[in-house]
């Protein structure tokens, strides 16, 4: 069919990498606490679970903080359409021949109900930060808006792999 394959990625915006090294730094913050004044639990040590759960729920919190630090969308046109957010493993593949519509829009968290993966009346939105992208209509399902850098290239790629495009 197509030999050629549209690849990109589109990074973590501004607002996202700023939420994430925040929980980055207050994990940090409230671990150094921990080990640097324990002397209010001479009369009440913790025990082996209170520690265990603190431990936890700092590598997580901090796991989070990370991960919306580095997140990032990589969108691929082949002989599917492939939006993944890494490092979740949010991951949507469509057959173009299901696509009934594929137009370029203008994204904001705004118009998108917030950043991040959110769910829109009668569909998903998927992105980091504002900019264009690219709305999918789907016959029988859900549809599909997500922010690339090329949204003319994608719709472009979707229409020469048998997709309706407005």
């Known amino acids: 069919m197509h030999d050629d394959v ?3 990625t589109v990074r973590s915006g501004r607002f996202m990498i700023v939420i994430g090294l925040s929980t980055v730094g ?3 913050a409230i671990a150094a606490l921990v080990v640097a004044a324990p002397s209010g639990w001479q009369e009440w040590p ?3 679970s209170d520690v265990g759960v603190l431990v936890v729920t ?3 919190t901090l796991a989070v903080g990370v991960g919306t630090a580095l997140m990032r969308i990589q969108v691929r046109v082949d002989q599917v359409l492939e939006v993944r957010v890494r490092p979740l493993w949010y ?3 469509i057959a173009p021949t299901q696509i009934t519509s594929a137009t370029v829009v203008q ?3 705004a118009n998108s109900g917030g950043w991040g993966i959110r769910l829109v009346p009668g569909g998903t939105a998927v992105l980091l930060d504002g900019g ?3 709305q999918v209509e789907v016959a029988g399902a859900r ?3 997500f922010r690339c850098n090329d949204p003319e290239v994608v719709v472009e790629a979707l229409r020469a792999r048998g997709a309706s495009v407005d």
């Open 107 to 109: 994204m904001t968290g």
């Open 132 to 134: 264009p992208g690219v």
């Open 46 to 48: 913790p025990s082996a």
């Open 58 to 60: 700092l590598a997580l």
């Open 143 to 145: 549809s599909l808006r």
């Open 6 to 8: 549209h690849q990109e």
């Open 26 to 28: 207050l994990v940090l």
């Open 91 to 93: 991951r949507r593949r």
